[in-house]
């Protein structure tokens, strides 16, 4: 599959890789993948996320990413479910970080231990790299490109699609920037 990416997608893979690495983590997760876009400066998704004004809110997309990993990988809609059966997520994750530490409910920060090399692709990162080759076979490309895993990041229920949508990048607002009103949800014909 990887002999279909094109260089963006491959430096945004590279990159997500090495922010793995750089934080210790044992597995490169689908929020590595999105931090992976926000670093590649040229291409379809940096304008995507240029046009949607996220480019200048990776600080703010960040924090969310840390609180979501703060609140075990719950999404503001969890938080929001539980609290409507009158669960308070905030406190919950208060006192559990009181007793064992900040960050105890993410298991993602575990360093890698007696494994050396490259960290391996979570099960999350893997589906959104399989969703972004459905992506472009389905827009009719005979490419991988960071425009499809950023459209994959959209389109795969979870914590950074949750982020991305409260940003305001949902699949309909990429797929609007990358291709205009007309080519949303349109396929093209291979060529």
């Known amino acids: 599959m990887f002999e279909r990416f094109t260089k963006g997608a491959r430096a945004t893979v590279t990159g997500a890789v090495t922010l793995a690495e750089r934080a210790g983590a044992d597995r ?13 400066a040229e291409g379809r998704a940096s304008f995507a996320l240029g046009s949607l004004g996220l480019a200048d809110h990776r600080p703010a997309v960040e924090a969310a990413l840390f609180e979501a990993r703060r609140r075990g990988g719950m999404s503001r809609a969890d938080a929001d479910a539980l609290a409507d059966i009158g669960i308070d997520l905030t406190a919950v994750v ?4 009181e007793a064992h530490g900040e960050g105890a409910l993410w298991d993602g920060r575990r360093p ?13 990162a893997k589906k ?15 490419f ?4 499809h895993l950023l459209l994959a990041l959209t389109a795969t229920p979870g914590v ?14 990429v797929e609007r920037a990358l291709y205009g009103e007309g080519g949303a949800g349109r396929q093209r014909k291979a060529g």
């Open 144 to 147: 991988i490109g960071e425009e």
């Open 128 to 142: 959104i790299l399989e969703r972004s080759l459905r992506i472009a076979l389905g827009r009719g490309d005979r």
């Open 94 to 97: 208060s006192r559990i970080e």
């Open 160 to 173: 950074v699609a949750d982020v991305l949508a409260e940003h305001g990048a949902t699949y309909a607002t």
């Open 28 to 40: 490169v997760t689908e929020e590595h993948l999105l931090l992976g876009l926000f670093d590649t």
């Open 112 to 124: 890698r231990r007696g494994r050396t090399g490259a960290p391996r692709f979570g099960r999350p």
